[in-house]
């Protein structure tokens, strides 16, 4: 099966411009997340939805960040206006609620932002 | 808010050897999960624990589960370079639906 796509993969913006990240997750996951993976600390969740709806976005910097899931399956994450501590890996994830006895998440690469 | 720590955040071993992950997490955590990174990768699922006591093994990583001390484990054994990587491990909190919390990651290289 597929696995969890992302793009860009990379991204160079200056301070105050604005950014988007695109996730597709695996066929039939419900769940899908967005990390911040900043370089040499582990990922911190920005939001996690459910379908299309938001389950916790309570780590999420909603001054400049926002997210949505429209249609339930691809997502989309913006930055506006970056910062130059938005410089990060930003990760998809998704889950499948069929293995909720695991809770298992699958993570796309990433896509990296480079804020100067 | 649980909070997960890890230990030690570099190790440098050579090959052959055996050699101890730790991870703390600091509140009840209803399974515990290791993942693998290498550079520029994503992260790799490498194990799921579920409960008090499980112990899991994968060629030369085996992890195991203690949840009254509220520890985890990922030991090495007889390491080889292809298992440099940055380990995380990660705990969900049952009250925060299925977040998952990671420790910082152990950026594991194995020497020739």
């Known amino acids: 099966e597929a696995g969890v796509a992302q793009s860009p993969r990379y991204k160079i913006i200056e301070k105050r411009q604005s950014v988007a990240f695109w996730c597709n997750p695996i066929?039939?996951?419900?769940?899908l997340y967005w990390y911040q993976q900043i370089l040499g600390q582990g990922p911190k969740l920005l939001i996690q939805?459910?379908?299309?709806?938001?389950?916790?976005d309570s780590q999420l910097p909603k001054d400049r960040f926002s997210a949505e899931r429209l249609k339930g399956v691809d997502s989309t994450l913006k930055i506006q206006p970056a910062k130059l501590e938005d410089s990060a890996v930003y990760l998809c994830a998704s889950r499948n609620p069929g293995r909720q006895l695991t809770g298992e998440l699958f993570f796309g690469e990433g896509s990296r932002l480079t804020v100067l | 808010e649980l909070k997960v720590e890890q230990n030690p955040l570099f190790l440098s071993m050579q090959e052959g050897k055996n050699y101890t992950i730790y991870c703390n997490y600091s509140?009840?955590?209803?399974?515990l999960y290791w993942y693998r990174q290498d550079p520029g990768k994503s992260l790799e699922s490498l194990f799921v624990?579920?409960?008090?006591?499980a112990v899991k093994q994968e060629g030369r990583l085996m992890a195991s589960l203690d949840t009254k001390a509220r520890l985890s484990t990922l030991h090495i054994t007889a390491a080889v370079h292809d298992l440099s990587a940055t380990y995380f491990c990660a705990g969900r909190q049952e009250t925060s639906g299925s977040r998952l919390t990671f420790g910082e990651g152990t950026q594991l290289t194995v020497n020739p």
């Open positions: 624990l579920l409960s008090n006591g």
């Open positions: 939805f459910q379908n299309n709806g938001v389950v916790d």
């Open positions: 066929s039939g996951h419900a769940t």
């Open positions: 509140t009840t955590s209803d399974r």
